[in-house]
């Protein structure tokens, strides 16, 4: 898509709706790494690194379908990669060898992207915002308080998942006006396409480091929708 850029700040106050993993903070990049020192340590003798990793990607998509999102669903998924693809029985040692990949995620300072903190607090001054992102409740709960930015929100929604029917409930528990509302975040497949066809507006925002499985071609705006694509988060200030 090309990315669109508007001259004009809006002065009426809108609804930010935020994204928080890899919008906010980092996150994917601490999955990556784990995932790096899972495939040496399983140092399968037949698939290559990349067939390792794509086997456990379908791995943390059944894991999800089943059990929802974050860190224990990604123990599960490393687990059960190991199982199928090791020829040797799964230890005592072996399990929380494996299980120390996911436990290094957890340990991890909550690091914010570039201008998130001023920007929050100068949107806020403004506008109402939302943090939505889903996952585990009490794990983005937890880094919310951890990184400092709770006071900025006006309330927080920590869904299952986001899927489009996902934006119309919250549109209808919270009344927002669709006119006035924007989602805001890093995933194609999360945040913008299923705000875009829940009639919302939309900020995408790119990562180098996206999870995988929220790759998607992003959606053009159906007519009356704005979509626009920023380089940073600090460039939303140019736009509300």
Known sequence: MT????????????????????????NNIYFERAISAFISY????????????????????????AHGYGLQSFRRSLINCFEQL???????????????????????????????????????????????????????TDKLHRS??????????????????????????????AATTWMIGNSPKSDINPALAAGLHAVFIPHDFTWVLEHEVVNQPPAGQTLLELIGFADLALHF
């Open 42 to 65: 399983l140092d399968h003798r037949v698939h290559s690194p990349e067939e390792v990793r794509s086997h456990l990607n379908s791995c943390e998509h059944a894991t999800v379908l």
């Open 86 to 140: 090791s020829d040797s029985a799964i230890t005592p040692e072996k399990h929380n060898r494996i299980e120390s990949f996911a436990q290094s995620i957890a340990e991890q300072e909550i690091e914010l992207l570039p201008g998130v903190a001023s920007t929050l607090a100068d949107l806020s001054t403004r506008h109402r915002l939302i943090l939505v992102t889903k996952g585990n409740p009490d794990e983005q």
């Open 3 to 26: 990315p669109t850029f508007e001259a004009h700040r809006r002065t009426a106050a809108q609804t930010l709706l935020i994204d928080a993993d890899d919008t906010l903070w980092e």
């Open 148 to 177: 400092g930015l709770a006071s900025h929100f006006s309330a927080i929604e920590v869904l299952p998942e986001k899927h489009h029917e996902a934006y119309l409930a919250l549109v209808a528990h919270h009344r927002f006006e």
